[in-house]
């Protein structure tokens, strides 16, 4: 699934890229884009969990079958063809190195707060992810036919906006990764309900979108982006503050404010990446927009839930629970709850109050972690980003 992905992701946006040249259909266009991955991305678990309630838990995979067969037919008869760039060979070395150096820093981040973050083995796989960046960077220097030619870099949009929608995904799919968890187990929703009350985050997303992109044209990239970090930083600051009984009201305006924010983010920031690229370089924009969603994805899943469960496991160990009950709880709040259930009542029902009280607890600094990244990175941007994006062949951004 991820290969294709990676086919599909970056080949959409170039698409868009190459069939309006305009600078302000294309900004338009990026934003209905934009607001297509986010709405796809938030809806998603609705129907996964209403198929969980009632059907294997294989459906929602075998679901994905008939919409990629009309995928494929869609694109078989509305996709325009697009001439291949050739004379260049496949740099399978990059490839192989870009994916294992985020691999061993996503690992070692996931199991830091286990482990300890002085442990040997995470210590050992920190420094292992940072030489092959580093032998990844020295290596497409020197190849013919690198994967990411360092010199694309020098576009001010292509970095900035790498550096910003890679926040975006970090700080949507981060919350998202506790929102679930929150709606599910400590609220008491079932999967389908849980699925559904992430909906007004995809509404969000949907109107945000091509908002985002009229505004980036009347007021450029600077002040959208930063208005869209600052809302994600607001939506982060609410939920951050959420205590043991409050219900789904503070969620709502979370997801919502949430949504609107990486709608900003995602619209302003894509078209950012491929709107300073000239010609010849449609290609790479869209494949490192893709990369940095994906990657802001799973490093936001990655640092959200470490902080967070250091938090829970730090709670749960000052709680008045036992050995035996709190070795129940240890791992999640969601094992917490099924240990407890296992546990006679008196007991189970105080392991799974100390475990929703640790979960809780936690909510603030995974929170407010992100919303300080978040807001860090609206201030960069004002600072950073270029006013207006254009494609030129010099990489000077005005």
Do not use: K
Not at 288 to 296: K, L, Y
């Amino acid at each position: 699934m991820g290969i294709g992905e990676a086919l599909i992701m970056p080949a959409t946006l170039a698409i868009v890229a190459t069939v309006f040249t305009d600078s302000a259909e294309r900004t338009e266009a990026i934003g209905v884009w934009s607001a297509a991955v986010g709405v796809a991305t938030v809806i998603d678990p609705a129907p996964a969990a209403c198929l969980l309630d009632h059907f294997w838990w294989g459906s929602v995979f075998l679901v994905n079958l008939p919409i990629g067969a009309a995928g494929l037919v869609a694109g078989a008869l509305l996709v325009p063809a697009v001439p291949a760039v050739r004379g260049r060979r496949l740099d399978l070395l990059g490839a192989l190195l870009s994916v294992a150096g985020p691999a061993f820093l996503l690992w070692a981040i996931i199991w830091a707060p286990g482990e300890g973050w002085t442990d040997p083995l995470v210590l050992g796989t920190f420094g292992t992810a940072t030489v092959l960046v580093v032998v990844f960077v020295r290596w497409e220097r020197r190849a013919a036919s690198p994967l990411l030619p360092l010199g694309i870099l020098c576009h001010r949009g292509l970095t900035v906006g790498a550096a910003l929608i890679m926040l975006g995904a970090f700080a949507m799919i981060g919350t998202l990764f506790v929102l679930v968890q929150h709606l599910h187990f400590n609220l008491g929703y079932s999967a389908a309900q849980t699925g559904w009350r992430l909906g007004p985050m995809a509404l969000a997303l949907l109107v945000a979108g091509p908002m985002a992109g009229a505004l980036v044209q009347r007021l450029g990239l600077r002040y959208v982006a930063a208005a869209g970090l600052v809302l994600v930083a607001a939506a982060l600051a609410v939920f951050a503050t959420t205590n043991t009984g409050d219900g789904y009201g503070r969620v709502l305006v979370a997801v919502v404010v949430l949504g609107a924010g990486a709608g900003f983010v995602i619209t302003s920031t894509s078209d950012a990446i491929v709107g300073t690229l000239p010609g010849r370089a449609l290609g790479v924009g869209p494949a490192v927009d893709s990369t940095a969603i994906q990657f802001g994805a799973a490093l936001g899943g990655a640092v959200t839930g470490s902080v967070l469960a250091d938090r829970y496991r730090s709670e749960l160990a000052r709680s008045a629970l036992g050995p035996g009950e709190e070795a129940a709880a240890h791992d999640s709040l969601g094992a917490a709850l099924t240990g407890a259930g296992r546990l006679p009542e008196q007991a189970g029902a105080a392991v799974a109050r100390a475990a929703r009280d640790a979960f809780t607890a936690g909510l603030g600094p995974a929170m407010f972690t992100t919303a300080s990244i978040a807001l860090l990175g609206a201030l960069s941007v004002l600072v950073l980003a270029p006013r207006r994006i254009h494609s030129d062949d010099s990489g000077d951004q005005s």
